[in-house]
Every structure is written in C-alpha cells, then in structure tokens.
Nanobody, 124 residues
Framework: QVQLVESGGGLVQAGGSLRLSCAASGRTFSSYARGWFRQAPGKEREFVAVITGGGSTYYADSVKGRFTTSRDNAKNTGYLQMNSLKPEDTAVYYC??????????????????WGQGTQVTVSS
C-alpha cells in the first residue's frame, strides 16, 4: 500500500520558518516528481512547489524566494523549507507524487498519490 505522510506543520509567528517532510512508503519514488499544494480556508487548493525526478524545481510566484523544495531519495522523502512565513501562508499543506508531470507540474490531476495534509498556521 502506497502512502505519503506529511509532518512538520504547526503554529509559527510571521517571519518564522517551518520545514515540512513527506515520507513515502509502499514503493520507491526516486523517479517521481514530488509536489506540494496548499488549501486555505474557503479557497481552492493551489500549487506551491515541485521537484522533478531529475531535480528541477518550480515554485508558485507567491512563495518564490521564500520556500525551497528538496528530496532525499535514500529516505524516500520530500521536503518543503518555508522561510519568512506570512499570515497568508496559513493553509493545509499537501504533498503529492507524480510519475510524469512534463510541463503540467502545477496541475493536481497529474499527481498519482497524495498525503493527508498538515496544518500550517502563521500568526501576525
């Protein structure tokens, strides 16, 4: 059974940092793209960041320069380092994995596996 499990969420003050982890089990994801999405209350889920199987990274404009995504294939784990957090970053953060994303890495439908989400709350 394939599972993605996020951890590292919590409450932080504006300007602070958090590091989210996404541990995968049930198969090896070394060739998969590892993406991050978020959903704020009353809003649709939106793309945040992705690291492809080849190591290329892409970010939403709203987080560019503040967030960094990475992966450790030996641990089958993806990461999202979030710095300079703002209240508008408050959301449930989801990790996802895709066999192939091409140029559609920002679309939810290309991702094959999803985690259950972890809450990130940034206070002002």
């Amino acid at each position: 059974q394939v599972q993605l499990v996020e951890s590292g969420g919590g409450l932080v003050q504006a300007g602070g940092s958090l590091r989210l982890s996404c541990a995968a089990s049930g198969r090896t994801f070394s060739s998969y793209a590892r993406g991050w999405f978020r959903q704020a209350p009353g809003k649709e889920r939106e793309f945040v960041a992705v690291i492809t199987g080849g190591g290329s990274t892409y970010y939403a404009d709203s987080v560019k320069g503040r967030f960094t995504t990475s992966r450790d294939n030996a641990k089958n784990t993806g990461y999202l380092q979030m710095n300079s957090l703002k209240p508008e970053d408050t959301a449930v953060y989801y990790c996802a994995a895709a066999r192939w994303v091409g140029s559609s890495w920002q679309l939810e439908r290309v991702y094959d596996y999803w985690g259950q989400g972890t809450q990130v709350t940034v206070s002002s």
